[in-house]
């Protein structure tokens, strides 16, 4: 197998972290990003090559890229387009600036990093582009429609790049988990608490529910796998001759992409509300 280079976004915790050191296990060359500078220090005191990444900020996108080429001798083999965050919250309580934030992040910084790389791989005449998605890519549910939505833009954008690319060499693949081990709950919490006002919202007695599954320690669905589950597709996705265009994990990603394709909407959205 040959050694190739990866930058990868989001590599704090969980599923970016995990991936970026299962990645390095194998001989790979990766580059971890981060948004914060402490968690940039921590991934080089580690042994990786670590880059400060806010995907919020354009200049520290065009920085990101410039200083991963010059590290990498100009080439990009992989990007798995990880970082991202859920913003809770009923629809009816999300402000303009609330889904705008949360579309920054997962969405429009993703976007514009990718550009970036798509003429370095046109260039080499290869290249893999692996994004992040989610079960909440396919199906929606209640109380995670800023997610919800970024998710399913993401599908979007990234199957109309598949068709756009054909025949470049470069591949491009989506992973799509259902509920993983991470801090994403907690992160969630802290977004929730930032722009959602449960006291005066309609919602306020599910809000209470919603609150007590953010903070509860460990597993909080069934079903739940580790981190090291998204590693193994993301590893596949990078080494194999012709990787998938999708990659589902966790047992609840296949059943609900089933029947997403079987079922009436109105049935679908029964199951769902149950949920």
């Known amino acids: 197998m040959t050694a190739k280079t990866i930058l990868i976004t989001g590599c704090s915790t969980g599923i970016g972290y995990t991936t970026a050191v299962e990645l390095k296990k194998r001989g790979h060359f990766v580059i971890a990003t981060a948004r914060k500078a402490d968690d940039v220090a921590r991934l080089a005191q580690e042994g990786f090559t670590a880059l400060p990444l806010d995907l919020t900020d354009s200049n520290s996108i065009r920085a990101a890229v410039e200083a991963a080429l010059s590290l990498a001798d100009g080439k990009i083999d992989a990007l798995f387009n990880n970082g991202a965050y859920g913003q809770p919250g009923a629809v009816e309580d999300l402000s303009r600036a609330a889904l705008r934030e949360q579309f920054e992040t997962n969405f429009f910084g993703t976007h514009e990093l990718t550009n970036l790389l798509i003429p370095i791989m046109r260039r080499q005449g290869h290249g893999r582009i692996i994004y992040n998605s989610s079960i909440l890519g396919l199906v929606a549910m209640t109380y995670r429609g800023a997610y919800n939505a970024s998710k399913f833009a993401l599908e979007g954008l990234a199957d109309t790049l598949r068709l756009e690319l054909h025949n470049t060499g470069i591949h491009i693949c989506l992973v799509e988990p259902g509920p993983i081990l991470s801090d994403f709950r907690k992160n969630a919490m802290a977004q929730y608490a930032k722009n959602i006002d449960a006291s005066r919202s309609f919602h306020k007695e599910t809000y209470q529910a919603m609150e007590a599954r953010l903070q509860k320690e460990g597993p909080a ?3 739940t796998l580790p981190a090291t589950a998204v590693a193994e597709k993301v590893i596949h996705a990078v ?14 990603t296949y059943l609900f992409a089933y029947l997403k394709r079987i079922l009436p909407t109105s049935w679908l959205d029964a199951l769902v509300r149950l949920i």
């Open 221 to 223: 669905a069934p079903f």
């Open 239 to 252: 080494e194999a001759r012709k990787p998938k265009s999708r990659y589902y994990v966790t047992f609840p």
